[in-house]
């Protein structure tokens, strides 16, 4: 079946330091991935994506690393802040009549001390 | 530019009472889709829909649960005769219409307890 996992349920980081959560998926169908930020209380907020024709993704702060031969996903975070501590999901989307339904993973929890 | 709006954002029905949530896209979107979190734990799909149209109930329970999104008006996610096994946040998000993949933008979420 579908599943996305992640290795780390938990992650704590020094203010500064750079963070990495990963995630592996299962359906080798999927061919588009987004990671989410979650705070307490709210909905779940887009951090970036990548699509399956790539491997590497960069944003403010944020790399998204994609390896679709084991079927694995990376969030690096540079220079982590207080104001990341969040749980961050992956997500995959598969093509076809799965469209537009994302599958998300457990969760890591970041706690990043000041 | 006005986000996804979700209301009531905190609901609390009885069991047996029925539940109604409701979720008004961003502006230009006409892509709706609606998750469920238990506590501690991922989003769960539950149905994707387009004006007037469900594209996807996958994740819906097959009863007491239904969804709409009129012409008019926000999409509605209706909880018939709820159990405490409804509790749960609901979240909805909307993308826009155009083809292709797009991300998915979330609301704040809808509480929902049952005593």
């Known amino acids: 079946g579908e599943s996305v996992g992640l290795h780390l349920p938990t992650l704590s980081v020094q203010e500064g330091d750079n963070s990495i959560i990963n995630c592996a998926y299962s359906n080798s169908a999927s061919d588009y991935f987004i990671w989410y930020k979650q705070e307490s209380g709210k909905g779940p907020q887009f951090i970036i994506d990548i699509r399956s024709n790539m491997d590497k993704r960069q944003g403010q702060r944020v790399t998204v690393l994609l390896n679709k031969t084991v079927k694995h996903l990376s969030l690096q975070i540079a220079a982590t802040q207080p104001g990341d501590s969040a749980v961050y999901f992956c997500t995959t989307v598969a093509g076809g009549t799965s469209y537009g339904k994302l599958t998300f993973g457990q969760g890591t929890i970041l706690t990043v001390h000041p | 530019n006005a986000g996804v709006m979700q209301n009531p954002r905190h609901l609390v029905r009885r069991r047996g009472q029925e539940a109604r949530l409701r979720c008004s896209p961003m502006?230009?979107?006409?892509?709706v889709y609606w998750y469920r979190q238990l506590p501690e734990e991922g989003l769960k799909f539950m149905v994707y829909l387009q004006k007037e149209n469900i594209i996807d109930e996958s994740g819906m329970p097959k009863e007491r649960f239904s969804a709409e999104f009129p012409k008019e008006g926000p999409s509605i996610l209706r909880i018939q005769q709820v159990v405490r096994g409804d509790s749960a946040a609901y979240f909805c998000a909307s993308s826009p219409a155009t083809g292709g993949l797009f991300e998915q933008y979330f609301g704040p979420g809808t509480r929902l307890t049952v005593t």
């Open positions: 502006k230009g979107h006409s892509h």
